[in-house]
């Protein structure tokens, strides 16, 4: 079967500006997340959906990043305005259902100059 | 509140060598799943094997095991048999009965000739 499909896979972009990433979870696939992955650092969790529904954005910095999931298949993850500490990966993950195996994309790499 | 904890940032292992990862969890949940992921330059995480807390005996994937030490809330990763193409990130990670999954900081491999 097809992994999570993420695009696009780099982006260098100046601050103040936006950007959006795209990702398309394993079909059938009800659970999605989007981790923050900063360089030398573990991934951290910026929001997670169940199918539509947001189930925890608690880390989501609101004011600059936005995320959606319509038809609860593909997701958007846009910032606005990008700042330089946003320079991470941005690794997309879905899974069938609870306590299946998490799945990940290859990432989006996200530099901010 | 949840929390991994990995406290090897890098180890190294001679080829065909076996290499243990250490992983220590805090939750107070009874029900929860841990992980392993390598992740290589290309940023890619890919998933290695699962323990549920349930599971009454210990993971095991090719030459890849869990050490599930739930007393001790330890789940480290036994990697037999080292190849080159193991040098990469690792990362072990907790999830909870919310499905949220959290990481630990990871630990770097070298394998060596």
């Known amino acids: 079967e097809a992994g999570v499909a993420q695009s696009p896979r780099y982006k260098i972009i100046e601050k103040r500006q936006s950007v959006a990433f795209w990702c398309n979870p394993i079909?059938?696939?009800?659970?999605l997340y989007w981790y923050q992955q900063i360089l030398g650092q573990g991934p951290k969790l910026l929001i997670q959906?169940?199918?539509?529904?947001?189930?925890?954005d608690s880390q989501l910095p609101k004011d600059r990043f936005s995320a959606e999931r319509l038809k609860g298949v593909d997701s958007t993850l846009k910032i606005q305005p990008a700042k330089l500490e946003d320079s991470a990966v941005y690794l997309c993950?879905?899974?069938?259902?609870?306590?299946?195996?998490?799945?990940f994309g290859e990432g989006s790499w996200l530099t901010v100059v | 509140a949840q929390k991994i904890t990995q406290t090897q940032p890098g180890m190294f292992v001679q080829e065909k060598e076996a290499v243990t990862l250490d992983c220590t969890y805090d939750?107070?949940?009874?029900?929860?799943?841990l992980f392993w992921y390598k992740q290589p330059s290309s940023g890619e995480m890919i998933f290695l094997i699962y323990?549920?807390?349930?599971?009454?005996q210990n993971a095991t994937e090719g030459r890849y095991s869990l050490n599930f030490q739930k007393a001790r809330k330890s789940a480290n990763l036994v990697i037999s048999a080292s190849q080159l193409g193991d040098s990469a990130m690792y990362f072990c990670?907790?999830?909870?009965?919310?499905?949220?999954?959290?990481f630990g900081t990871g630990t770097r491999l070298q394998v060596f000739p």
């Open positions: 993950a879905s899974s069938f259902q609870t306590g299946n195996t998490i799945y």
């Open positions: 079909s059938g696939h009800a659970t």
């Open positions: 959906f169940q199918n539509n529904g947001v189930v925890d």
């Open positions: 939750t107070s949940d009874p029900s929860y799943g």
């Open positions: 323990q549920g807390s349930y599971d009454q």
């Open positions: 990670a907790m999830r909870d009965n919310t499905d949220k999954l959290i």
